[in-house]
């Protein structure tokens, strides 16, 4: 909805959306999410070797002969 202020500034008024904030009970152990975190490397890491390498230079590239 379009809004006039007082100075003749025209503004868009958009209604605040209802935020449902999910809410964490209980207890957080620091080895639960230092396990995360190392199982996440190791994924990261096995799919970074399974990439081919990315091309940074702007130079044709010597990985790929593009």
Do not use: F
Not at 37 to 63: G, I, L
């Amino acid at each position: 909805m379009l809004a006039q202020e007082s100075d003749g500034q025209i503004s868009l008024v958009m209604p605040e959306a209802e935020s449902i904030e999910k809410q964490i009970t209980g207890q957080i152990n620091i080895e639960d999410i230092l396990a995360e975190w190392e199982r996440k490397k190791k994924k990261t890491s096995k799919e970074r070797r399974r990439s081919p390498p990315a091309c940074t230079t702007a130079d044709r590239c010597h990985v790929h002969g593009i």
